[in-house]
T-cell receptor
Framework: SQTIHQWPATLVQPVGSPLSLECTVEGTSNPNLYWYRQAAGRGLQLLFYSVGIGQISSEVPQNLSASRPQDRQFILSSKKLLLSDSGFYLC????????????FGQGTRLTVV | AQSVSQHNHHVILSEAASLELGCNYSYGGTVNLFWYVQYPGQHLQLLLKYFSGDPLVKGIKGFEAEFIKSKFSFNLRKPSVQWSDTAEYFCAVMPGILYNNNDMRFGAGTRLTVKP
């Protein structure tokens, strides 16, 4: 079965510091991968999705970027964090042709102080 | 891009009450529709999904949802809720696989609290 390993689970970072959140996928190849942010009372907001290595689609202009250096690796980054970047970040995947059941990482609770 | 609306932010029910959570989407083409549930401290997991065919879809734990194309809706129902159904519920939409569009959108979520 497909699984996503996402780390760290919690992170406290000062304003202006860089960010790198990573998720890796097991159990499938060539998945679509997604980064979501879940803010309190606002549900899951799609930030980025990727259909393959080096292919990134950005949904909202923001202080974040994403990269997919390998088929099963998806990275969320920032050069300088803002207070407003605090939130819960979730990596998700859709694996394989015709498989439209998403699978999720455990999420990362980011607090920018 | 498509969007998803869940109008109920927090629903409080007593055990054995019936449940209906609304989900509307905006997208003119073929869609795949999903309901996910997130129990406290756990990952999101799939309740049910609709791709095509019978618009009444049955999922796990007694949940069902009905796709009404004319209303762009995919409401989740359960005839009799239990305390263990307390969780957050997310509706999600993805364009049909015939379209070159792979993004998956979620609604804001509905928190369900079931009182014993």
């Amino acid at each position: 079965s497909q699984t996503i390993h996402q780390w760290p689970a919690t992170l406290v970072q000062p304003v202006g510091s860089p960010l790198s959140l990573e998720c890796t996928v097991e159990g499938t190849s060539n998945p679509n991968l997604y980064w979501y942010r879940q803010a309190a009372g606002r549900g899951l907001q799609l930030l980025f999705y990727s259909v393959g290595i080096g292919q990134i689609s950005s949904e909202v202009p923001q202080n974040l970027s994403a990269s997919r250096p390998q088929d099963r690796q998806f990275i969320l980054s920032s050069k300088k964090l803002l207070l407003s970047d605090s939130g819960f970040y979730l990596c998700a995947g859709l694996g394989g042709t015709g498989n439209t059941e998403a699978f999720f990482g455990q999420g990362t609770r980011l607090t920018v102080v | 891009a498509q969007s998803v609306s869940q109008h109920n932010h927090h629903v409080i029910l007593s055990e054995a009450a019936s449940l209906e959570l609304g989900c509307n989407y905006s997208y003119g083409g073929t869609v795949n529709l999903f309901w996910y549930v997130q129990y406290p401290g756990q990952h999101l997991q799939l309740l049910l999904k609709y791709f095509s065919g019978d618009p009444l879809v049955k999922g796990i734990k007694g949940f069902e949802a009905e796709f009404i194309k004319s209303k762009f809706s995919f409401n989740l129902r359960k005839p009799s809720v239990q305390w263990s159904d307390t969780a957050e519920y997310f509706c999600a939409v993805m364009p049909g696989i015939l379209y070159n569009n792979n993004d998956m959108r979620f609604g804001a979520g509905t928190r369900l609290t079931v009182k014993p």
